[in-house]
């Protein structure tokens, strides 16, 4: 059974960094766009960032500047560095194929302090 293990979260205060990863099983992984997702408390789940197989990558426009998401296909990992964080970017973060979202791991939380 195909795994997607999110990492890297946790309590910071505004301004600060974190860098996600998250760790997949999926075949053939570098042929696979992959994307961030988050989902803030009483919200939808929402995509934050894509990159494509050949490494293009898109993001949404409030973290556009501050977010990177990343790839390294010798590991099946797929990062997303995350400076100048805001309260607005609490939520749990979740990372999985893109456009089509195919499984949901566990996630990893993010929580900004004001």
């Known amino acids: 059974q195909v795994q997607l293990v999110e990492s890297g979260g946790g309590l910071v205060q505004a301004g600060g960094s974190l860098r996600l990863s998250c760790a997949t099983s999926?075949?053939?992984?570098?042929?696979?766009?992959m994307a961030w997702y988050r989902q803030a408390p009483g919200k939808q789940r929402e995509l934050v960032a894509s990159?494509?197989?050949?490494?293009?990558?898109n993001y949404v426009d409030s973290v556009k500047g501050r977010f990177t998401i990343s790839r390294d296909n010798a590991k099946n990992t797929v990062y997303l560095q995350m400076n100048s964080l805001k309260p607005e970017d609490t939520g749990n973060y979740y990372c999985?194929?893109?456009?089509?979202?195919?499984?949901w791991g566990q996630g990893t939380q993010v929580t900004v302090s004001s």
């Open positions: 990159i494509g197989s050949n490494g293009n990558t």
């Open positions: 999985s194929t893109f456009p089509t979202p195919f499984r």
């Open positions: 999926i075949t053939i992984f570098s042929s696979r766009p």
